[in-house]
């Protein structure tokens, strides 16, 4: 937890905020590539062996390649995963949401690499390979590479951060969510224990930001909403009882206290430390001596 504590610091501000929708559009292009030409999808597949060959833009790509089918399903699975997702963003922070996602695609990436390595070094193979060997038979599995099961780590996620919300299966039978998270758990599971090489790279290598982001930080009890609600009722507490404010507007006088998600800046034309509130930051008059 210190280790991704400090790494927010340093690199928090770039978290990308929205990074369901972003995931979804990126969907988009990938349905509106494959209606004009669906061969061409396989050129953006995560396939090490064409990576290594200097198709690198395949490293970025993949995330590009949709779920086969595109119906009225499709789009509410999609719209379900974009609400489970914000939900997730805003409990947590778009820095640990973001740090999620990635550690899964990273993961997703390192898995295809080394399901590349095993099949060519012969530990490992598939009857794709018997027939076209390790670059043609691995090309015709790559598409399996994708983030459908980071999608399912998502909801995974949420289930265990809001195990107690109640859903609609099928518009009508009212479950909460830990126990469809259950369910997942043991699909997954037995897809991964019965399921080809292939499959068990996929599934393993997509899902184990899953595992290792709840290790690390202790299953996010401390990103709870409860926690996260505890947390800010401190901090306004703690302001009110020492009655001491770090900002305050030269204009309206309005506080951090008065608005705590109100921003503060200094003005460089005024002559003085004179400092604003964001309402008044480009309207006041400038103090000159």
């Known amino acids: 937890m210190n280790f991704i504590n400090k790494l927010e610091r340093k690199i928090g501000k770039y978290a990308i905020q929205n990074l369901s929708l972003c995931l979804i559009i990126c969907y988009g292009f990938g349905y509106a590539i494959n209606f004009v030409n669906a061969d061409f999808i396989n050129f953006l597949t995560l396939n090490p062996a064409r990576i290594l060959h200097g198709e690198i833009w395949r490293i970025f790509t993949w995330v590009l390649v949709p ?53 060519s070094a012969g ?76 499959t068990k790279f996929v599934i393993g290598s997509s899902l184990l930001s899953f595992g290792v982001f709840f290790l690390l930080t202790r299953n996010l009890s401390h990103l709870s909403p409860k926690q996260i609600k505890r947390r800010t009722n401190y901090k306004r507490q703690v302001k009110q009882a020492t009655g001491i404010t770090k900002h305050k507007c030269a204009i309206c006088g309005r506080t951090e206290q008065d608005s705590p998600d109100l921003e503060f800046r200094f003005c460089s034309k005024c002559e003085g430390n004179y400092e604003y509130c964001q309402e008044h930051l480009f309207t006041h008059t400038h103090v000159k001596r």
């Open 67 to 119: 779920p086969d089918s595109f119906d009225l399903f499709t789009l509410i699975m999609l719209y379900f995963y974009y609400s489970i997702g914000t939900s997730l963003e805003r409990t947590w922070g778009t820095f640990y949401y973001n740090l999620y996602i990635f550690s899964g695609m990273l993961f997703t990436l390192i898995g295809s690499f080394v399901l590349y390595a095993c099949m």
């Open 123 to 198: 530990l490992t193979g598939t009857e794709y390979i018997a027939y076209f060997g390790v670059e043609m038979g691995f090309m015709a599995v790559s598409r399996l590479f994708s983030t459908y099961y980071i999608n399912m780590s998502i909801f995974l996620a949420f289930a265990a951060t809001f195990p107690e919300v109640q859903v609609l299966l099928m518009f009508i039978i009212p479950l909460k969510v830990k126990w469809l998270g259950i369910v997942d758990g043991v699909l997954l599971a037995y897809s991964f224990l019965f399921g080809g090489v292939v």
